[in-house]
């Protein structure tokens, strides 16, 4: 079965940088366009950052433009969040999802497949 598994969350301070990765098995990687999203206690699910299935186009909320990047690596079937100048409000479980055929899309059900999430804090 499909399975995505996000690593690298955990606490940094703010203006500080974190690494997330997401390992996918199970699925024809390059079939598929991957999105990270995010999600703050009481809030709503929302876009962070997606990626072209070939890695050539990628996709940002306003809120982490120039501060975080998406890439991807086919042939090891991950994805990754490379995220800067972290904020407090960039605290939430992050998740990646996958979207078959897809490219860019930002709301979480045009997504086919999520990982369990990992939960970054920033304190201030």
């Known amino acids: 079965q499909v399975q995505l598994v996000e690593s690298g969350g955990g606490l940094v301070q703010a203006g500080g940088s974190l690494r997330l990765s997401c390992a996918a098995s199970?699925?024809?990687?390059?079939?598929?366009?991957m999105g990270w999203f995010r999600q703050a206690p009481g809030k709503e699910r929302e876009f962070v950052a997606a990626?072209?299935?070939?890695?050539?186009?990628?996709y940002y909320a306003d809120s982490v433009k120039g501060r975080f990047t998406i890439s991807r690596d086919n042939a090891k079937n991950s994805v990754y969040l490379q995220m800067s100048s972290l904020k407090p409000d960039d605290t939430a479980v992050y998740y990646c999802?996958?979207?078959?055929w897809g490219s860019g899309k930002r709301k979480p059900n045009e997504y086919d497949y999520w990982g369990q999430g990992t939960q970054v804090t920033v304190s201030s």
């Open positions: 199970g699925l024809t990687f390059a079939n598929f366009a």
């Open positions: 999802a996958a979207d078959f």
């Open positions: 990626i072209s299935w070939s890695g050539g186009t990628t």
